[in-house]
């Protein structure tokens, strides 16, 4: 079992900044990958970013070049560093973890007002 624990969320205006962070504990791997979803209101979760042990990331389109997406294999601690927020970015964001099965964190809310 791994224990997903997010922090960060929070109210801020357009085009600020936040930055949430998700640290995992319990039956880690080495290899693994972490990241983030998100879901708004009425829509499905989508993957927001992700990144592997070894530090190799992955955005959706809609975050290239606003949102940045580091860990700490020491701390097993994944970061998303969101910039430049949009009002669409609101949501509730969730951590996860992957190593043959996926652990969800319980979600932290996200909202970026006009």
């Known amino acids: 079992q791994v224990q997903l624990v997010e922090s960060g969320g929070g109210l801020v205006q357009a085009g600020g900044s936040l930055r949430l962070s998700c640290a995992a504990s319990?039956?880690?791997?080495?290899?693994?990958?972490m990241g983030w979803y998100r879901q708004a209101p009425g829509k499905q979760r989508e993957l927001v970013a992700a990144?592997?042990?070894?530090?190799?990331?992955d955005y959706a389109d809609s975050v290239k070049g606003r949102f940045t997406i580091s860990r700490e294999n020491a701390k097993n601690t994944v970061y998303l560093q969101m910039n430049s927020l949009k009002p669409e970015d609101t949501a509730v964001y969730y951590c996860?973890?992957?190593?043959?099965?996926?652990?969800w964190g319980q979600g932290t809310q996200v909202t970026v007002s006009s």
């Open positions: 990144i592997t042990s070894g530090g190799s990331p």
């Open positions: 996860y973890y992957y190593r043959k099965s996926t652990y």
């Open positions: 319990g039956s880690i791997f080495s290899i693994n990958t």
